[in-house]
């Protein structure tokens, strides 16, 4: 897939978790798909379900989504299954979530003509739910899937489905069809009965937003579990729902011994919750990956089975079928040759965005040769690696959008040229507003290193000082050249007006950095000694 095409995330729940053949064969319908990949098969036997996880652009999720469902429609009977989970039907649940470059309307569409092709094709019901949904009150799962499968015939009675007949098909049952942001399947594992893991996951449930819980027990484990959807990960975070059972357990004399992700798991909800151990036990911990192992460790995730983050992060499981940008992955050496070439991509704005990522990483650096034990300049580390890491992408995001402007001029078709033209010219305006952004809210964490580091970091430091206000001056340059090409005058005014807020903060700013350094440098020894100091190494 190329870097910036639309990347949906397809969760489909089939009601069957014992019939090895029957997963295998669900599992091949959505691998064979052109356009999808398969990331995840997690069958269970107890709960009698297998949630299937993969991504693809919109057209090909659908199309892998509907494939299984043929499969299902003769190979799962819903008037014959039992299970510890709540079900409606074959296709349980069908959540469509945004990945990368794709958006929440996105995902709304897809559900819909997944739901109408299942009506269509093999005439069975399906009720919307999540933003998908068309009443507020289907927006939660659990308001159809409350019901069971024994409850269908009442419901369809008295709620008729978004799309299908409103008859029960007995062998299918319903489907509920959705988008949603990620969802994440936790679990905490207890040495305890089904009755007391149910009591813990009442008592959670109370406790604690944007959380829903049920206990059971799981037999080929010798463990019961308290099994958790958290809705949104970035309120409620891994952290503070382990923490919430922990203690419910511990009131009950209950031991935990550790827990489980289901499926697969958005990075982010795993840097939060590292952040949240960082914040709680004053850590300084910067690497991603060391963060990881932080969450690995503290939340017990290898308990059953080693946590692989290869295979269970949903963004490094989708790197490979995702390329980086070709800027990005190439090397200097090739950077420039490119820059020098005939082409007007890239041009000088690539070289903004590079310029913009290399004061970052140098003020990231010297902050890291500051004396150890200095809670300020560990943040402040902290947070210029992460503008480092979010400065790298913008080189390739500024080329796409400039490469989307020239495809513009060169269509026939006028109103569509057009159509590419503005959208490609609004995402060269984005991409270098969020550049500004990103070097303005660095600032602060730059101030904090200076008074920390010694002579020869400073010469460092003072290059990515002038680094990182040299890129906002070409940004600003290339808005203002842009600007001039767009019709919108109040998106004029509004892009103009955050532009010159960050060409504004960054002279200020790096007019007093680089006074303080000069002035650290020169009152302590003259420049041309400290460079003299310099040692084979230092730098």
Same mark, same amino acid.
């Given at each position: 897939m190329f870097p910036f095409t639309p990347v949906i995330e397809c969760a489909p729940n089939f009601s069957d978790g014992?019939?090895?053949?029957?997963?295998?064969?669900?599992?091949?319908?959505?691998?064979?798909?052109?356009?999808?990949?398969?990331?995840?098969?997690?069958?269970?036997?107890?709960?009698?379900?297998?949630?299937?996880t993969f991504v693809g652009c919109p057209e090909a999720v659908v199309e892998g989504a509907f494939n299984a469902a043929k499969v299902a429609y003769t190979s799962i009977?819903?008037?014959?299954?039992?299970?510890?989970?709540?079900?409606?039907?074959?296709?349980?649940?069908?959540?469509?979530?945004?990945?990368?470059?794709?958006?929440? =309307?996105?995902?709304?569409?897809?559900?819909?003509?997944? =739901?109408?092709?299942?009506?269509?094709?093999?005439?069975?019901?399906?009720?919307?739910?999540?933003?998908?949904?068309?009443?507020?009150?289907? %927006?939660?799962?659990?308001?159809? %899937?409350?019901?069971?499968?024994?409850?269908?015939e009442e419901l369809l009675a008295n709620e008729e489905p978004d799309y299908g007949p409103s008859e029960l098909v007995p062998n299918w049952g319903v489907s509920l069809v959705g988008a949603r942001n990620f969802l994440v399947s936790y679990s905490v594992n207890l040495l305890a009965s089904k009755e007391e893991a149910s009591l813990v996951a009442g008592r959670l449930a109370d406790s604690l937003n944007n959380v829903q819980s049920i206990g059971w027990y799981l037999e080929e484990a010798n463990v019961s579990q308290v099994s958790m959807n958290i809705s949104d990960y970035k309120t409620t975070s891994l952290v503070e729902v382990y923490n919430a059972v922990v203690d419910i357990a511990k009131g009950l004399g209950i031991c935990v011994v550790g827990s489980q992700i289901v499926g697969l798991v958005p990075l982010q909800a795993i840097i939060d919750?590292?952040?949240?151990?960082?914040?709680?036990?004053a850590l300084?911990?910067?690497?991603?990956?060391?963060?990881?192992?932080?969450?690995?460790?503290?939340?017990?995730?290898?308990? #059953?089975?080693? #946590?692989?983050?290869?295979? %269970?992060?949903?963004? #490094?499981?989708?790197? $490979?079928?995702?390329?980086?940008?070709?800027?990005?992955?190439?090397? &200097?050496?090739? &950077?420039?040759?490119?820059?020098?070439?005939?082409?007007?991509?890239?041009?000088?704005?690539?070289?903004?965005?590079?310029?913009?990522a290399l004061g970052a990483a140098l003020a990231t650096t010297s902050g890291w040769r500051s004396p150890p034990g200095n809670p300020p300049v560990q943040r402040a580390v902290v947070r210029l690696h992460e503008?480092?890491?979010?400065? @790298?992408?913008?080189?390739? @995001?500024?080329?796409?959008?400039?490469?989307?402007?020239r495809l513009g001029q060169g269509v026939s078709a006028a109103a569509e040229g057009t159509c590419l033209i503005d959208l490609g010219r609004r995402r060269l305006l $984005?991409?270098?507003? %969020?550049l500004g952004d990103l070097v303005t809210g660095c600032w602060p964490a730059v101030a904090d290193i200076v008074e920390s580091v010694d002579c020869v970091t400073l010469v460092d430091l003072l290059v990515g000082v002038l680094s990182l206000e040299?890129?906002?001056?070409?940004?600003?340059?290339?808005?203002?050249?842009?600007l001039d090409k767009v019709s919108d005058e109040e998106y004029i005014t509004s892009v103009r007006n955050q532009a010159t807020g960050y060409l504004d903060t960054s002279a200020v700013q790096s007019s007093a950095l680089s006074n303080r350094i000069k002035s650290k440098l020169y009152g302590s020894a003259d420049l041309t000694e400290a460079v003299s100091n310099l040692s084979v190494g230092d730098n």
């Open positions: 014992r019939h090895k053949e029957v997963v295998e064969s669900l599992a091949t319908s959505i691998a064979s798909t052109d356009g999808c990949t398969l990331l995840d098969v997690d069958p269970g036997v107890t709960t009698n379900r297998t949630v299937f009977d819903m008037s014959e299954h039992f299970g510890d989970h709540p079900r409606v039907g074959a296709l349980d649940v069908c959540p469509f979530v945004p990945v990368q470059n794709a958006t929440m =309307a996105d995902c709304v569409r897809c559900a819909r003509w997944l =739901a109408e092709r299942l009506a269509d094709e093999l005439g069975v019901a399906s009720y919307l739910y999540g933003e998908a949904a068309s009443r507020p009150e289907r %927006r939660d799962v659990s308001y159809v %899937r409350d019901r069971e499968y024994e409850g269908l919750a590292a952040n949240r151990y960082i914040d709680l036990e300084f911990i910067v690497e991603e990956d060391q963060k990881i192992r932080l969450v690995v460790d503290r939340l017990g995730l290898n308990s #059953f089975g080693l #946590f692989v983050p290869k295979e %269970r992060i949903i963004e #490094f499981m989708i790197k $490979d079928e995702v390329s980086e940008g070709p800027l990005l992955s190439t090397s &200097l050496k090739n &950077l420039v040759r490119n820059v020098g070439s005939r082409s007007v991509v890239p041009g000088g704005g690539t070289v903004a965005a590079v310029v913009a503008t480092m890491l979010n400065l @790298m992408p913008l080189a390739d @995001m500024e080329a796409v959008a400039l490469d989307s402007v $984005d991409t270098h507003l %969020r040299l890129a906002v001056k070409a940004s600003h340059c290339i808005i203002l050249g842009q």
